[in-house]
Each structure stands twice: as C-alpha cells, then as structure tokens.
C-alpha cells in the first residue's frame, strides 16, 4: 500500500540564504575554486534545505530541486540531450556549463522565461540526430544523500511531456512529442532505479499541460502516463501542475494509474468534483501561494481543503508550486515596519502556514490557532491601511487617461527624429548598463554601512559615468548611454525612489544561474515624490555632444520582477506606474533628453497562458506603455527594450506600443523574430540584437556582420539600429570593449557595402 503524506512543497529555492551558491559557482568560472569546493558549498546547501523542511513538518521533502544552473538543463543532461557542438568537452561539469553559457569558441543553447515566471529556463535542442540515453546520476545520489540524512525524500523531475513542449527542434520541423517514445522508456527505467534506492514517491512536473494544448497533446499525456504507472517496480507518481488548471487534461490524467496529483488552487481553480477518478487519487492541493509574498488567508484556505475533501481519495497541503519563486525567510528583512511585515510570508513562513492548514485539516487546529489569528490580523490591518487607497491619485490617473490624445503618426515622427539626431544610416547603441565593476560593488556598499556619504558616493559614480560615456567616444557608438552604476537593479532602483514599494535588504531569488535579484514589494498606491534619474542624464549629457539615452524601466516590467499587491487588478497597479514613469519622460524631455528608452523585456513574460485571458491583459499592458510615453512631444524619440522570451504570441503588442525604436533579443534566436515582425507589418525602428551579451565569449567582427546581413534581408536599413541583445552589467571591461569595437567595425563594414 502507497504511503501518503499530508504537508509538502513542490520544490526548494537552491542559491542559498546569502546567494552562497552563486558565490561558489562564479569562483569556479574564474578558476579561483575547484569542482569539490563547489560541491562542498552545494552539498551543504541541500543538506540545510532538507533538514529545515523535514524539522518544520513536512512529511515528503522534495529533492532534486537543487541544480547548478537550471532544472530544465538538468533533464537534458539526464535524458542525454546536450548538444553536439558540447560533447568534445570531456568533463561532465564544464560541457554543462558550456551549454549553459557557452565558452570562447562554443555558443550555449538559448534561454527563455519559465512560462509567466521571472525564472528563465535553458531551452533543450532535439536534432534528428539526437540520441536519448539515460544517466541517473544526479538525482539517484541526491535521493540517497536525503535518505542517509533520514530525509522523507520524494525526487522531483521534469516530465516526459513538458519536456518535450519546451524544447526547440532543430533541422526538423516535425513536433518534438512525436519523440515521446523513444524517452518513455528512459523514464521508466529511471523509476526502476528510483524504486530500488528507496523512493515511495516520485513527482513528475507537467506545468506545460496548464496552458491551451490540443486534442493530440493530450492523448499523448495520458499515453505517457499510462505508460509509466504500468511500470511494475516503482515508487508512487505524483504528477505536478502548476502556474494554472489543468482544465481540460485534469480528467485524462486522472484515468492514469499514477497514484498522486498536485494542482495550483492559487493561480487555477480546477473543479475536482467533477473528475470521479479523483476519487482514488491522493491530490496535492497547492493552496498558499508559492510566488508571491503575501501571508495566506488561511480561513479561505482551509474552507478550499475541506471543499475538496470529499472529491480525493485523500489530500494533502502544499504550496502552488516551487519556493523557487520566493526569497528564503523573512528574519533576514529589518528593515520593514510592523504592518508591512504582518501581511507577509515568504518561503520559511509559507513552510509554516502549510504545516498549519495540515494540522488544522487533520482535526488538530487548536495546536496552530495562533498562526490563525496571525493570518485574520493580517486581513484586517491590510484592508484598511490609508497607504493602499490614494484619492487624489486615482483622480489624476483618470483625468490623465481620458484625455491623453497619444502622439503623431510613426511616419511623422520618423521625420522630425531623423532631422533632430543626425545619425548615420544602422545607428549603433547599447542597451543600457555597463559592467557593474569592483569599484561600482564597493563604494556601493561602503555607502550602505555608512563608511563614505553621500556626496563621496555621487562622486564615484559620476566618475564612472564619465569613464563610460569616453569609452562610448572612443569606439565610435552613435547614442550613447551613461552606463547605469549607480542602480543596483533597473527595477529596485525605480521602487527605492516610488511611494508605495518596499525593497528588501535580503530577499534574493534566482532569475538564471548565477544571477539573483532583489523582487521590490509593491503594497500600495504607486506616486513619484521627486525626479528619479534627470542629474544623472544631466551629468552624462554635459559630457558630449553626442545624443545620450534617458533611460528607464517600463511600467510591466516593474509589475513583473516586483512581487505585487494582490488585492486590486493588475492592470489598475500598472498605471500607477505608468504614471511615475510619465511625469519622468516629461521631466527627461524638459532636461534636454532627444532620445528616452522605455524598457520593458517582461511584456510577453506575463502573457497569461491560456488564450481565452491573453486578449485582456495585452489591451492593459499596451496600454499602460503608451500612458508612460505618450507625455513627450514627438520630437523626442521613444526606444524600448525586450528579451529572452519567445516573441511570436505577442508581435501585435510589440507593434502596438508604438516605440520609435524596439531593440530586442536575437543572437541566439539567429534573427528568427524579424520575420514575425514583417508578418504583421511592423514598420518601426528596430534593433536586433546582433550579440549575445549572457556568454562571455566576445564574437568576431565576421560574426557580427553576418548577423547583420541576416537583419537586413528582413528590416530596410533605414530602420535598422545596430545592438547587443541586452544590459551589459554582468559582463567584464575587456570583454565588454572588445566586443563593442567589433560591433561598431563591422557596422562600418556593412554600411559600406550598403
């Protein structure tokens, strides 16, 4: 008989409480550390984790959640599908960081948002010529790592079906779930393996069913599953979805013979009652939300479990989906004032409302009443805290929104722009930020314990402006930026200056291996007190004749990397602050700003995921754009900025913001987006990037002339600006100049064949 268990979480944060995983990892790329001390970090990390959930009360520890870089590039190293251009690398640590982030001569794979997360994934390659073979390694010695630690230890991995739909084919164009044969067995296999270390749960995670999938998909789950439930010797499955409702799959999941189900009752609302096979299932119900921070209502949360008692064979607590999303615990937060504090919860405090609603559904709520009564104060205080309700300001917004006009036509524009900047024909530029130094690192944090004041600290980052803005002279850049040092985050710095926001000192989470950010927390109405980054253009501008970029981060973007208030729409947030960032632009034109970059990479990040919802949030989200920049005359012209997603179901938004200017990720992408953007006759600026800026290898002049080539057979040169694919922050001085002069010389070599 199949154990079940009554309080878990669908997976674990892995970068440590003080980011000691990144630290470990960056040492090892610098060759400062070897691979056993970056084990020895790693092991430690798990070892913590683990003990810490096992101790609070959850009774099935989901492992395997750990990964070096990426869960997604994990299953492609288990399942033997690295590609080729990899395998010369002959040891197993640095051909998957090779994959990852590519080397000086080998391009990694590409990476793309983890559906409509902050969380990027590295996107798997399937040739034709791909050869599926099993190595067990990682998650076979984590399991028994648990288990000697007597760790109720349940692996988690990657689904045959969703890791197939997130894959990209290559030199094919036939669908990737047609090779769902030839990795079924790889799966079953791996549960005989699984089964004989001593799992009695395996959790298979199948996100990718909660969006719109077809007939065909479908059926294809339910073959995979049967499949696997068939398997004789293996420990019990729970199939994991998360991120929406299964909807229209729950059903023929549930006909499978795999023993266990979780589904998100945050983000989806599946009826369970209305699947009868349920009946025999033990289901996982992801009531407290494992994205955002705010403390569960858990009356509301217990009234949903027992709602759902009577559909499940059996049920137990857990989180919607991975802790991955949220930052570690809140005792590292001192910073936050006594209300503030009270409505949160991040992952160590949602540990514990998950312990709570088991105990209370178990008959036992007098023993967790307290972190009831917690959870109803928080309600109260909440609903009728001032600083979440700003009549004045909601006033203003709607004036502003019914009589904003909007700007001239594209074509007009384009006229008096090109008049006004006098740039060449392919005019080049950069994204935004310039690597974030030593020096940047340290008088930023010289400041911060109170060793220099404020005027030292402007000082130091005026010089490093000044020593960015020569460096753009020098190569030869057309509009110039001034290189950003003194933002922390192009999101923490705008909410550190709004009404409204909170920034934490300490609540990390990862976007993509190494790199960790800091969510702001927006709990109330958004207003901008003061100017947010006019001296510093002022500053940047007075040293050149050259155009310099204002530059500023997109009203979406901001919503998306902060963890946002969940008590009004989305959309009414949005143009909050949109607003902040109006009066912005405005305040930029008047200082004498000819360009202002409006940046917003997550507009196709929170595109909901399933058709029928998608229609809505583009109007809002489009919208919102425009409200920002449409306060500035037309002479000014408007740049914006996307990356790392997979553009083509939101080309239309792309458009619609009406950006003179759209630079946006292409290098590893090979230019494929250019085509979807002729297709629904885009005939703005547009910048593809020619560069990938997450690999350090510095591309050659014939590289980046290629790319550009490539562009120019979809985009007129009159409209094509020449970029990298993002921010340089995370990049070296060398590289970043090296690879910036062969920018601008194979620029110069293409105009010339022009």
Not at 383 to 390: E, K, S, T, V, W
Not at 726 to 750: P, Q
Request: include cysteine; charge should be negative; charged fraction near 25%.
């Amino acid at each position: 008989m199949t154990l079940t268990f009554t309080a878990t979480v669908l997976g674990s944060p892995r970068i440590g409480p003080q980011r000691e995983l990144k630290r470990a990892v960056e040492s090892y790329w610098a060759g400062r550390s070897d691979a056993a001390t970056l084990e020895s970090v790693a092991e430690g990390l798990r070892r913590r984790t683990w003990t810490q959930l096992r101790d609070a009360g959850i009774d099935s520890v989901p492992v395997n959640t750990f990964s070096y870089y990426d869960h997604v590039l994990d299953t492609a190293v288990m399942l033997g599908a690295l590609p080729e251009r990899v395998a010369g690398i002959a040891d197993p640590l640095d051909r998957y960081f090779a994959a990852a982030r590519g080397n000086d001569t080998i391009a990694p794979l590409e990476m793309t948002k983890w559906f409509d997360t902050n969380y990027h994934y590295i996107v798997p390659e399937i040739a034709p010529s791909t050869t599926f073979a099993l190595d067990a390694s990682k998650v076979l010695g984590e399991l028994r790592e648990a288990l000697a630690l007597g760790i109720p230890a349940r692996p988690v991995i990657v689904g045959p079906v969703t890791f197939l739909l997130l894959s990209k084919p290559v030199d094919t164009n036939e669908p990737l779930l047609g090779r769902l044969g030839e990795i079924l067995p790889l799966y079953a296999d791996l549960l005989g393996r699984l089964a004989e270390a001593g799992a009695e749960w395996v959790q298979f995670d199948e996100p990718a069913l909660v969006a719109d999938r077809s007939e065909e998909e479908i059926a294809a789950a339910r073959r995979a599953y049967d499949h696997l439930s068939g398997v004789d010797t293996r420990p019990a499955i729970l199939l994991a979805s998360y991120f929406g409702s299964l909807g229209e799959a729950l059903p023929a999941l549930a006909e499978t013979g795999v023993e266990g189900i979780a589904v998100d009752l945050v983000a989806g609302s599946d009826n369970l009652a209305g699947v009868p096979a349920l009946a025999h299932k033990h289901v996982v119900a992801g009531v407290v939300d494992g994205r955002n921070i705010w403390r569960t209502d858990l009356e509301k949360a217990l009234g949903q479990l027992g709602t759902q008692l009577g559909s499940a064979g059996s049920l137990a607590v857990s989180t919607s989906c991975s802790l991955l999303h949220v930052p570690y615990t809140l005792d590292a937060e001192s910073g936050l004032d006594k209300a503030l504090r009270s409505w949160l919860a991040f992952g160590s405090e949602k540990v514990r409302e998950v312990v709570a609603l088991a105990t209370a559904l178990a008959g036992r709520r007098d023993e967790v009443e307290d972190e009831f009564a917690l959870a109803r104060a928080a309600q109260s205080t909440r609903a009728n805290d001032g600083r979440l309700h700003d009549a004045a300001l909601r006033a203003r917004l709607n004036e502003i929104s019914s009589s904003d006009g909007g700007r001239a036509s594209a074509d007009a524009r384009r006229e008096i722009q090109t008049d006004k900047l006098g740039l060449p024909v392919l005019p080049t530029t950069t994204i935004g930020s310039y690597p974030q130094t030593t020096a940047i690192r340290v008088a930023r944090a010289a400041l911060r314990k109170g060793e220099i004041d404020e005027a030292e600290y402007i000082r130091r980052m005026q010089q490093e402006v000044a020593d960015v803005v020569a460096l753009q002279e020098k190569l030869g850049l057309g509009v110039l930026v001034h290189g950003e040092p003194e933002r922390n985050d192009m999101v923490q710095y705008f909410a550190e200056q709004l009404d409204g926001f909170f920034a934490t000192a300490n609540g990390w989470v990862q976007s993509y291996g190494s790199r960790c950010v800091r969510p702001p927390i927006l709990f109330g109405d958004v207003q901008r007190p003061h100017p947010m980054t006019v001296e510093w253009y002022r500053y940047a501008q007075s040293l050149t004749d050259k155009p310099v970029k204002g530059m500023l981060t997109g009203p979406v973007t901001i919503l998306a990397w902060s963890f946002v208030r969940d008590d009004q729409p989305l959309a009414d947030s949005a143009d909050q602050v949109a607003l902040a960032i109006r009066d912005e632009t405005i305040d930029l034109e008047a200082a004498g700003a000819r360009v202002v970059q409006v940046d917003e990479p997550a507009l196709r990040e929170l595109l909901p995921l399933r058709k029928k919802d998608q229609e809505e949030y583009l109007k809002w989200s489009v919208g919102s754009f425009r409200l920002a920049t449409s306060g500035v005359t037309d002479a000014t012209q408007i740049h914006t900025h996307l990356c790392y997603s997979e553009f083509g179901e939101v080309i239309d938004a792309i458009a619609g913001l009406d950006a003179d200017v759209t630079s946006i990720e292409a290098a590893r992408s090979r230019m494929e987006v250019l085509d979807d953007l002729n297709a629904v006759g885009f005939d703005l600026g547009v910048g593809p990037g020619v560069y990938d800026i997450h690999s350090p290898r510095v591309p050659s002049v014939d590289e980046i002339a290629e790319s550009l080539r490539a562009a120019l057979k979809a985009v007129p040169a009159q409209r094509l600006w020449v970029n990298p694919d993002c921010g340089l922050k995370t990049r070296g001085n060398e590289e970043v100049e090296a690879s910036l002069r062969n920018l601008v010389a194979a620029t110069e070599r293409v105009r010339a064949e022009l």
